[in-house]
């Protein structure tokens, strides 16, 4: 089955054409045409959002599990269509997409049965005490309800799993709340065969057709409309630090601020503690370059910083540049996401007291592994050596004792990930800098690399500022839905009148 793009905006079941088009870029294949998007489209989009919001909030948990299911049941229908755009547009492989395909019906599927139990209500009852002096206590029910309509950015390196009708779209889906996406200009086929499996789903159960709108991608005034646009009621945003804070500050500064739900990406450290690294760190370095590599190293939990004692440093950095060059060159996801890491080589290649390690040519479109060597004290002089690198780059930061090992887990911003490999030995050494590491991340990991992020109720994506703009929230696993709920609670409500499920 193939797939050929017709370039429109699916703005509330209709699919509407505009005059101003912008081509895709994709890594091999044709380009097409798509229509850019505008500021009167956002408009459109987020009032039919609105309108269906009464409706949608409303329907039966069963209602709303079943049309997630039946979103996933589309997608999977157009699997192969699906993969062929995406595989033209991004570069991905085909096993890559694959999976992520299957990933994001994992998680339509996971919401759906995550509210057909109920627990994410969060009910709570605490009976009328007439008698209670001196003042009697009324009937008080507490239950989580939507928020409204939400908007979602898509990502650029998930063109399944995070965008259209990825983990933002279907935790607040899930919730009650419609969704207007703003589809990311790297793969907009991708974004419109996706948005035709949801209107799909919508059809077949008989939603309301502004429960979910793409607007695709274009000039900048199209994420500012949507951000401030005052009928939105909470952003979903996977991307740079830069553009995530951009979005984040006109969230603040609206007259009605809401909530921004920003994953901003980390350099995710790991810490080789002296036992392990004295016993494995050659097949740790195996295991770093594998991680390091996978995807052309253009995951948000990519571990780009390996923590070591300066005596194990030459055995892991043989090891993992063995590893590493054996890695042949990789398309990355856009031309500009190509350039910034060419950048971002050349910053990390010229800071202070910084030695290379394996070295080779990037060019145009393609990726290749680079290593570093650093010792901990012109590391912690150099804040520029600590800032992410989206590509398979590591920076190896050797340590002279635990104490140093610990200034640096000191000197950490916000981490999505942080890993310790540890062994038996290793235990007091692990459980003071896990005192540390705990208030810096999200996940922390033991003796694994963090590129699996598992879809499950534990799973946290998130982390203090920078990884993430709030650090209460996961974008992945059934928590995320929480991003798009608040608590109401009913006093004294007569029976007949309270929510369903609060009766």
């Known amino acids: 089955m193939r797939f050929t793009p017709h370039g429109k905006h699916l703005i509330a079941g209709d699919w509407i054409a505009t005059d101003a088009r912008f081509s895709s870029e994709p890594a091999h294949g044709p380009a097409h045409e798509f229509g850019v998007g505008t500021v009167e489209l956002v408009d459109r989009a987020a009032c039919a959002a609105q309108a269906a919001f009464p409706v949608f909030s409303t329907v039966s ?37 694959n999976a992520e395909r299957g990933r994001t ?19 709570r009852f605490d009976p009328a005490l007439p008698d209670r002096a001196p003042v009697p206590r009324p ?6 309800l939507p928020l409204g309509p939400v908007a979602v950015f898509g990502a650029s390196n998930f063109p399944l799993a995070f965008s259209t009708a990825g983990g933002d779209t ?4 899930a919730a009650g709340c419609p969704v ?45 409309a949507l951000v401030t646009h005052p009928l939105i009621k909470a952003v979903g945003f996977t991307g740079s630090l830069a553009g995530g804070r951009a979005l984040f500050d006109l969230c603040a500064q609206r007259a009605e601020p809401i909530a921004f739900f920003g994953e901003l990406g980390s350099v995710n450290p790991m810490f080789i503690l002296p036992e392990a690294g004295a016993a494995r760190a050659a097949q740790i370095g195996a295991g770093w370059a594998a991680s390091l590599t996978m995807g052309a190293g253009q995951f948000c939990t990519n571990p780009g910083i390996a923590v070591v004692a300066q005596e194990q440093a030459q055995a892991l950095a043989e090891a993992t540049a063995q590893a590493l060059g054996a890695t042949g060159a990789q398309t990355m996801l856009t031309d500009g996401i190509a350039q910034a890491y060419r950048t971002g080589r050349a910053r990390v290649a010229a800071g202070r007291g910084v030695q290379e390690v394996l070295t080779s040519t990037c060019d145009l479109r393609q990726a290749t592994p680079y290593l570093y060597r650093v010792c901990a004290t012109d590391w912690l002089a150099d ?9 398979p780059l590591g920076v190896i930061v050797t340590v002279e004792n635990p104490a140093q090992m610990v200034a640096v887990a000191q000197s950490l911003q916000g ?64 928590m995320a839905i929480r991003r798009f709920l608040r608590p109401v609670c009913f006093q004294n409500l007569p029976a007949e009148i309270l929510p369903p499920d609060l009766a």
């Open 170 to 173: 279907a935790s607040a889906l």
């Open 180 to 224: 207007v996406v703003k589809g990311h200009s790297a793969h907009p086929g991708t974004g419109e065969i996706i948005a035709e499996a949801v209107l799909a789903a919508i059809k077949a159960a008989d939603m309301p057709r502004g429960v979910f709108s793409l607007v695709q991608g274009g000039r900048r005034d199209v994420g500012t």
């Open 61 to 97: 948990r069963a209602q709303r599990a079943d049309f997630l299911d039946t979103i996933a049941d589309e997608i999977e229908a157009r699997a192969a269509a699906i993969t062929q755009i995406a595989t033209q547009e991004t570069g991905l492989p085909e096993a890559r997409l």
């Open 415 to 478: 981490q999505l990930t942080c890993t310790l490999h540890l062994d038996a030995g290793d235990t007091e050494t692990a459980r003071g800098l896990l005192a540390i590491l705990q208030h810096k991340a999200g996940r922390i990991l033991a003796n694994g690399f963090p590129t699996g992020v598992e879809v499950c109720d534990t799973m946290v994506h998130g982390g203090p500022y920078p990884a993430s703009t709030n650090f209460g929230a996961t974008s992945v696993g059934t």
């Open 139 to 144: 009937d008080m029910r507490m239950m989580q």
């Open 105 to 123: 019906t994992g998680q339509l599927r996971l919401f759906a049965d995550h509210i057909r139990k109920g627990d994410y209500l969060d009910r």
């Open 383 to 391: 804040h520029s050596l600590s800032e992410e690198v989206f590509g």
